[in-house]
């Protein structure tokens, strides 16, 4: 291939508001993750315009630009939106080395799309994935956590004592968790069945929690994401996220 000989665009800190990130945009079409997108940029392989950019910040803008990876012109990807109902046993990462069936594999378009925030191998239920990265960077910054509803069956029985003790916090390895919404279903003597609304993310929080209190999880379902309720969606399957669940998702991050 013939090699750009023009002189490497300087690059500037900020940029006018119609433009963004580079490496943002070639992510956004598809064509790798953000951090490898800026692989790409550092290895000479992108072109804005016909100018070789080599330098990071880049910005440009995705309507107006001929940005090109290899010589070969990015394609504009539509922005998708998708609410999956994620079986036991898939996992939520964009790549596996043991090859274990991923969340992404079971969504049907020719975006690449990626899993907002994760649900653990073991976790089912709600789980949004898109390719739209500033939602997506927005759904999983701390400022703009959502509440997420989940359905709990734990072993043994679970006391009042207990359930104020997930209400108040409970003390973690990163801290003390933030106090959780909690309501008894049902419950015997070698089971209880739960509904837990909590707003962090931390890694397997719910299981961590009921494990410093001595319960066992024997099974975890998140059912609503913020507003959003997974209903009528089997388990595997997945559907578009409608207008209003868009515009109420954007609402709630800022977006507009």
């Keep these: 291939m013939r090699k750009n000989t023009k002189k490497s665009k300087k690059t500037k800190s900020s940029a006018p508001v119609s433009k963004q990130r580079l490496q943002k945009i ?46 070969q012109r990015i394609k504009r990807a539509e922005k998708v939106y998708f609410l999956l109902n994620k079986p036991k046993g898939v996992i939520c990462t964009s790549s596996d080395p043991q090859r274990r069936q991923k969340a992404i594999d079971l969504i049907d378009c020719p975006e690449r799309v990626v899993c907002v925030g994760r649900l653990d191998i073991d976790t089912t239920g709600a789980i949004i994935l898109t390719n739209d990265s500033e939602l997506v960077n927005r759904l999983t910054h701390p400022k703009y956590e959502l509440p997420k509803t989940y359905h709990i069956v ?3 029985r679970v006391e009042g004592k207990d359930v104020e003790k997930l209400k108040k916090g409970i003390w973690l390895s990163e801290g003390r968790t933030q106090g959780a919404a909690v309501k008894i279903v049902r419950r015997s003597h070698t089971e209880t069945t739960l509904q837990v609304i909590i707003s962090q993310g931390l890694n397997r929080q719910i299981r961590r929690m009921f494990s410093q209190l001595g319960y066992k ?31 109420y998702l954007k609402r709630a991050t800022g977006m507009e």
């Design 217 to 247: 999880v024997k099974s975890l379902k998140r059912i609503q994401i913020g507003d959003i309720v997974l209903k009528g969606i089997a388990a595997g399957n997945y559907k578009r996220l409608t207008k209003p669940q868009l515009a």
């Design 26 to 71: 070639l992510a956004a079409s598809g064509i790798d993750s953000r951090r490898k997108c800026e692989t790409l940029i550092l290895e000479h392989a992108v072109t804005v315009n016909g100018e070789l950019i080599n330098e990071l910040p880049a910005f440009a803008d995705p309507e107006k630009d001929d940005i090109r990876v290899n010589g």
């Design 154 to 156: 734990v072993r043994g």
